[in-house]
């Protein structure tokens, strides 16, 4: 997959990243992220990998 169609897809998700090159990221969840206590936590963790990316929201539990 290419790096624009890697991030075409996580923001078809709801997924934004101030930058989408490959490794970790701490981004807000945009599933649970606005009806938390502490709306500015950045909860979800994203790797981007050379063919995809990865990602898990430590409060929620979302992942894909």
Same mark, same amino acid.
């Given at each position: 997959?290419?790096?624009?169609?890697?991030?075409? &897809?996580? &923001?078809?998700? =709801?997924?934004?990243?101030?930058?989408?090159?490959?490794?970790? @990221?701490? #981004?807000?969840?945009?599933?649970?992220? @606005?009806?938390?206590?502490?709306? #500015? /936590?950045?909860?979800?963790? !994203?790797?981007?990998?050379?063919? /995809?990316? !990865?990602? @898990?929201? @430590?409060?929620?539990?979302?992942? =894909?």
């Amino acid at each position: 997959m290419s790096p624009i169609a890697i991030q075409q &897809e996580l &923001e078809n998700q =709801g997924i934004r990243l101030r930058r989408y090159a490959q490794g970790s @990221h701490k #981004t807000l969840c945009p599933r649970c992220s @606005h009806s938390r206590t502490k709306k #500015t /936590d950045p909860c979800l963790s !994203v790797t981007i990998r050379s063919a /995809d990316a !990865v990602w @898990h929201c @430590h409060n929620c539990l979302w992942a =894909g």
